[in-house]
């Protein structure tokens, strides 16, 4: 059963910056792309940044170019969000997600993740 379990979120002010984590569970995701995803109160679920399992190649909301960086670990199993620059507007619950087998890392449709995690608060205060 595959399970995707994410971690790390919290308050911060503004400018500060926190590390998310994805614990990823129940197969093998190598050939897999995993995704994080946020929703603001109010808003849709958007696209925040993606990551080719194998190749560690990323994609990025324009949003947060520059500012938050994504990456895994294989050996453990994980892939993070690095926060840098947080803004008010970052504020939201982040969720991870994959695709695959086979996936791909420039996918920004959620409709295209099939697992996801159960979701990780994230406030920034001004």
């Known amino acids: 059963q595959v399970q995707l379990v994410e971690s790390g979120g919290g308050l911060v002010q503004a400018g500060g910056s926190l590390r998310l984590s994805c614990a990823a569970s129940g197969r093998t995701f190598t050939t897999y792309a995993m995704g994080w995803f946020r929703q603001a109160p109010g808003k849709e679920r958007e696209f925040v940044a993606a990551?080719?399992?194998?190749?560690?190649?990323?994609n990025y909301a324009d949003s947060v170019k520059g500012r938050f960086t994504i990456s895994r670990d294989n050996a453990k199993n994980t892939v993070y969000l690095q926060m840098n620059s947080l803004k008010p507007e970052d504020t939201a619950v982040y969720y991870c997600?994959?695709?695959?087998?086979?996936?791909?890392?420039?996918?920004?449709?959620?409709?295209?993740?099939?697992?996801w995690g159960q979701g990780t608060q994230v406030t920034v205060s001004s």
């Open positions: 990551i080719n399992w194998s190749s560690g190649r990323t």
């Open positions: 997600a994959s695709n695959g087998p086979f996936g791909s890392h420039w996918l920004t449709s959620q409709d295209r993740y099939d697992y």
